[in-house]
């Protein structure tokens, strides 16, 4: 047994903090993703196009230099990725139209509703009812989101509305994993992203030109970082980082992104909260770290 004071274990102690690190900081990277698209000159579903497509040569790269192939993938396997991509691309076009219609935690929280959705496929899959810590998971969940979308609805029609496109996109990101997690065991993960991003563009850009939404940007500056922020520092820390903790340690650091955007929204929008809000971005806070912790690490 290693001795508490001794070089291994200090080089032990030393990387499980570099690893929480990175996944604070990927989580705080993608909590920019909101205020980015807030600020983008093009449409909201355009600047979710851009995220992806630019992003596209960097993660063939990484995919590259960590020896992961992109060719020989079998073809039931690429359908389902397929299919899962579509899934991401309508969620994020949806989430980039909610954004802009409500608050920024509030589009936070309801974007990550996957994990809580992925609650409830476990419950069909598996053909058992809920138990324990799962039925306040739920009942937390109802809770929250009755509260923040009553607020909405107290603010104004359009924020309700906002924060029904941002639960449509966690809905379709349940879908994305669903689809996704039996190509997740036998291809890599900078792969999968490379393949989710060539077809998710597609659909991201004729949304964006049905829409009739400006395409290109006049200001890269805001679309430039986004998709550096989200798509590669974001995705990269998380990829990086969670491997090594378990589900209730991502769920909890999960809960920096709706903190953090809700402090943009904040200082940058003025978007004041009320203790009720609080309330119920807590409520919904925890049913996601309760989602994340009774069933297996679903990103």
């Not at 001795?3 to 909590?31: D, H, I, K």
């Not at 076009?93 to 496929?121: C, D, K, P, Q, Y």
């Not at 879908?175 to 563009?201: D, E, M, P």
């Not at 929204?265 to 609080?278: A, H, K, M, N, S």
Request: hydrophobic letters at 55%.
């Amino acid at each position: 047994m290693e001795n508490e004071g001794s070089p291994e274990a200090n080089l032990v102690q030393r990387s499980q903090w570099l690893f929480l690190l990175a996944l604070l900081a990927g989580n705080v990277a993608l909590a920019l993703g909101p205020w980015l698209v807030r600020l983008a000159d093009t449409g909201p579903v355009s600047a979710g196009f851009w995220r992806l497509f630019l992003a596209l040569p960097f993660l063939a790269v990484f995919a590259r230099v960590s020896g992961q192939a992109l060719t020989g993938i079998p073809r039931r396997t690429l359908m389902f990725v397929a299919l899962g991509a579509v899934a991401f691309g309508l969620d994020l076009a949806s989430w980039h139209v909610g954004i802009e219609m409500t608050r920024l935690g509030n589009a936070t929280l309801f974007g990550n509703a996957g994990s809580i959705v992925m609650l409830f496929w476990g419950f069909i899959v598996a053909r058992s009812l809920p138990r324990g810590m799962e039925w306040t998971a739920i009942v937390f969940a109802l809770a929250g989101a009755a509260i923040l979308m009553g607020r909405s609805a107290d603010i104004s029609a359009t924020t309700l509305i906002g924060d029904l496109f941002c639960l449509a996109a966690g809905l379709l990101y349940a879908v994305y994993l669903v689809n996704l997690q039996g190509a997740r065991q036998t291809v890599g993960g900078w792969s999968l992203l490379v393949w989710v991003s060539i077809f998710a563009c597609p659909v991201l850009l004729s949304i964006s030109l049905v829409k009739g939404e400006p395409i290109w940007p006049t200001d890269w500056t805001p679309i430039l970082v986004l998709f550096v922020s989200s798509q590669l520092v974001g995705q990269g820390l998380l990829v990086f980082s969670m491997r090594h903790f378990p589900p209730l340690v991502i769920g909890l650091a999960l809960l920096t992104q709706p903190a953090v955007a809700a402090l943009i929204g904040y200082q940058v929008f003025g978007e004041v909260l009320t203790l009720l809000d609080i309330a119920g971005m807590a409520l919904l806070g925890s049913a996601l770290v309760l989602a994340r912790g009774t069933r297996p690490a679903t990103r």
